[in-house]
């Protein structure tokens, strides 16, 4: 239940073995070699942290833009959420990662960010939006510093921990939309919002599940440097994170809309 988004991808394999080839060199190439400069992982073509996370914030100045489109026409928020699932889906299962690709797939998850938060402010108070946008980045602040200062870690444990608890929370989202879907209840927000004690329990555990998430996508691009794998998986990983910041934000924008209401 890692991130899909890495979890196709064998550049991010821990366990796998980088390819080599070597060829016979001569004495002058020896010495050309020698007197070179030390090569940085951009001269040979290799993924980096600098490299990863300007591809990062690159797609996410994409869906920026085109969430502000998405909040001034809400109802691309449609076709926006039917694009990104389908990009989504291409992204994760082809192999070599394709800048394009991702990049369409920002543009269409700007779309109905923009428009999900539009719906959401027009009808529980626009100024949850900030508060959602300002706790997304703190989260993912936070999980970052942790992470870097080696204070946490994804192991073993917490892993099957955390997989308990998104099918727990897949097999809930199943249930509920379909007593929303079908008017078995007057909510918009189903049995999320059936008491305080349960929205506010449910809240911080998906809170914690995104987090969580956020730590196996730093150890995946962690690893992908240290293995060496070609700079274009840099793409891949800037589109990992998205998928779980994206997924972390609507969380927190549905959990502060359940408080307001």
Do not use: C, H
Request: charged share 15%; aromatic share 12%.
């Amino acid at each position: 239940m890692a991130n899909p988004a890495f979890s196709n991808s064998p550049a991010f394999a821990s366990g796998a073995k980088a390819a080599s080839y070597t060829k016979p060199v001569s004495s002058e190439e020896l010495d050309a070699m020698y007197g070179r400069p030390s090569a940085t992982p951009t001269d040979t073509g290799r993924m980096s942290y600098e490299d990863t996370i300007v591809k990062t914030l690159i797609a996410f100045a994409v869906l920026v833009a085109t969430a502000v489109v998405g909040w001034m026409v809400p109802i691309l928020m449609i076709p926006g959420a039917i694009a990104g699932l389908v990009l989504a889906l291409v992204n994760i299962f082809k192999k070599q990662p394709s800048r394009g690709l991702i990049l369409a797939y920002a543009a269409a998850e700007g779309l109905f960010v923009g428009g999900i938060s539009y719906v959401f402010g027009s009808g529980f108070g626009y100024d949850i939006v900030p508060q959602a946008v300002f706790g997304t980045l703190g989260v993912v602040g936070v999980t970052l510093a942790l992470f870097l200062s080696g204070k946490v870690r994804a192991t073993p444990k917490m892993t099957k921990i955390f997989l308990v608890g998104m099918v727990g929370y897949a097999m809930f989202s199943l249930v509920n939309f379909g007593l929303v879907a079908f008017g078995a209840t007057e909510s918009m927000f189903g049995l999320r919002d059936a008491n305080p004690i349960v929205s506010i329990g449910l809240g911080i555990l998906i809170v914690l599940l995104a987090a969580y998430s956020l730590v196996m996508d730093f150890e995946n691009v962690k690893t992908g440097v240290e293995r060496g794998a070609p700079r274009v998986f840099g793409w891949q990983a800037a589109f990992g994170i998205m998928v779980t910041v994206v997924w972390l934000y609507v969380e927190i924008l549905r959990l502060l809309a359940i408080f307001r209401d």
